[in-house]
């Protein structure tokens, strides 16, 4: 069989290993080389132009149905539970906790669920809302599994490396919000970064509102693809009397966009996480569809302000 194999950036110093072991089973292995944050992202492109029979993506589980044979492989990783006894000190005020981590750590999601209870917490865990597959589990753009159970909890845990993951589900609930970084030796709330990314999106909104030309960001990842969107609104863009282009890249590189001189903003239909993460890449104000719908409506506002004055 014709295979191409795909990791993440963290798991791609596996993948020699990886295409050895197929290729002992007798097959014949390619490796992806491009870069790779998630399952919404497939090296669809590159199978077909391979033409091989099936795709093995390691390190994420299935995001959407695609009309491929694809293969998930999801990589458990064991981390260290050392930090848990500390965390209580930090957890002392509150007495129902939900409990939120990424794919690899999922199944140690019963061990902590157990300790905390055993420490006298209750443990609310979640359900995401989609994109992810399991209860607990968090995506950078799948929060529900923290956001839906908001408001039964008196906290929530973050168990995992890095803040990308957090900083979604922080953004999309009020409650404190601990983070255990147990690669790190880390233990820390987050709470204050909510007020600095509220501040930034206002900023964004603001220095657009004199914007004449938008941008529209469509991604033709898999998983992110969102063309319907980007139609909706460029009309709703149009109709405000502005101007507004569909912009297509599979990876959004934010040079050739700063290059794009013509467009005075950039919306993003593509990864959610682009319009958070990103924005200090760009120039140009780089907008989320909520953050553009907010600066269509204020715009007309001012509008009709000056029509009165
Ligand atoms: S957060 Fe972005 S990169 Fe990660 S799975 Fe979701 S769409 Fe893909």
Same mark, same amino acid.
Request: charge should be neutral; charged fraction near 25%; hydrophobic fraction near 40%.
């Given at each position: 069989?014709?295979?191409?194999?795909?990791f993440?950036?963290?798991?791609?110093?596996k993948?020699?290993?990886h295409?050895?072991?197929?290729?002992?089973?007798?097959?014949?292995?390619?490796?992806s080389? =491009?870069?790779?944050?998630?399952?919404?992202?497939?090296?669809? +492109? *590159?199978?077909?132009?391979?033409g091989?029979d099936? $795709?093995?993506?390691?390190?994420?589980?299935?995001?959407? #149905?695609?009309?491929?044979?694809?293969?998930?492989?999801?990589?458990?990783?064991?981390?260290?539970?050392?930090?848990?006894p500390?965390?209580?000190?930090?957890?002392?005020?509150?007495?129902?906790?939900?409990?939120?981590? %990424?794919?690899?750590?999922?199944?140690?999601?019963?061990?902590?669920?157990?300790?905390?209870? =055993?420490?006298?917490?209750?443990?609310?865990?979640?359900?995401?809302?989609?994109?992810?597959?399991?209860?607990?589990?968090?995506? !950078?753009?799948?929060?529900?599994?923290?956001?839906?159970?908001?408001?039964?909890?008196?906290?929530?845990?973050?168990?995992g490396?890095?803040?990308?993951?957090? $900083?979604?589900?922080?953004?999309?609930?009020?409650?404190?919000?601990?983070?255990?970084?147990p690669?790190?030796?880390?233990i820390?709330?987050?709470?204050?970064? #909510?007020?600095?990314y509220?501040?930034?999106? /206002? !900023? /964004?909104?603001?220095?657009?509102?004199?914007?004449?030309?938008?941008?529209?960001?469509?991604?033709?990842?898999?998983?992110?693809?969102?063309?319907?969107?980007? !139609?909706?609104?460029?009309?709703?863009?149009?109709?405000?009397?502005l =101007?507004?282009?569909?912009?297509?890249?599979?990876?959004? +590189?934010?040079?050739?966009?700063?290059?794009?001189m *013509?467009?005075?903003?950039?919306?993003? %239909?593509?990864?959610?996480?682009?319009?958070? +993460?990103? %924005?200090? #890449?760009?120039?140009?104000?780089?907008?989320?569809?909520?953050? $553009?719908?907010?600066?269509?409506?204020?715009?007309?506002?001012?509008?009709?302000m000056? *029509? #009165? =004055?």
């Amino acid at each position: 069989m014709k295979i191409l194999i795909q990791f993440p950036e963290g798991l791609k110093q596996k993948a020699l290993n990886h295409a050895k072991k197929l290729e002992s089973e007798g097959n014949e292995v390619f490796i992806s080389a =491009s870069p790779n944050f998630g399952a919404c992202d497939l090296a669809l +492109d *590159e199978a077909k132009n391979l033409g091989v029979d099936k $795709l093995i993506h390691y390190g994420h589980a299935e995001f959407n #149905r695609v009309d491929f044979d694809v293969e998930y492989v999801p990589y458990e990783i064991d981390a260290p539970l050392d930090l848990l006894p500390k965390s209580l000190e930090y957890l002392k005020d509150f007495s129902t906790i939900s409990i939120v981590t %990424t794919v690899q750590h999922l199944h140690q999601l019963e061990k902590l669920k157990e300790f905390y209870e =055993s420490s006298g917490k209750k443990v609310v865990i979640g359900k995401p809302y989609g994109f992810a597959k399991h209860q607990g589990q968090i995506l !950078g753009c799948d929060i529900g599994s923290a956001a839906s159970v908001d408001g039964k909890v008196d906290a929530h845990v973050y168990f995992g490396g890095g803040i990308f993951h957090p $900083l979604g589900a922080l953004l999309s609930t009020k409650k404190p919000f601990l983070v255990i970084e147990p690669f790190d030796n880390k233990i820390e709330f987050i709470d204050a970064m #909510r007020e600095k990314y509220q501040r930034m999106s /206002k !900023g /964004k909104v603001l220095a657009s509102l004199e914007a004449r030309s938008i941008g529209i960001m469509v991604s033709t990842k898999n998983g992110q693809h969102n063309l319907k969107l980007a !139609g909706i609104l460029k009309k709703k863009i149009e109709e405000s009397g502005l =101007s507004a282009g569909i912009i297509v890249s599979n990876t959004f +590189d934010f040079d050739s966009i700063n290059n794009m001189m *013509e467009f005075d903003a950039f919306v993003n %239909t593509a990864c959610p996480r682009i319009a958070i +993460d990103d %924005t200090e #890449r760009l120039r140009k104000p780089l907008l989320s569809a909520n953050e $553009l719908m907010q600066v269509l409506s204020m715009k007309k506002e001012l509008s009709q302000m000056r *029509e #009165r =004055s």
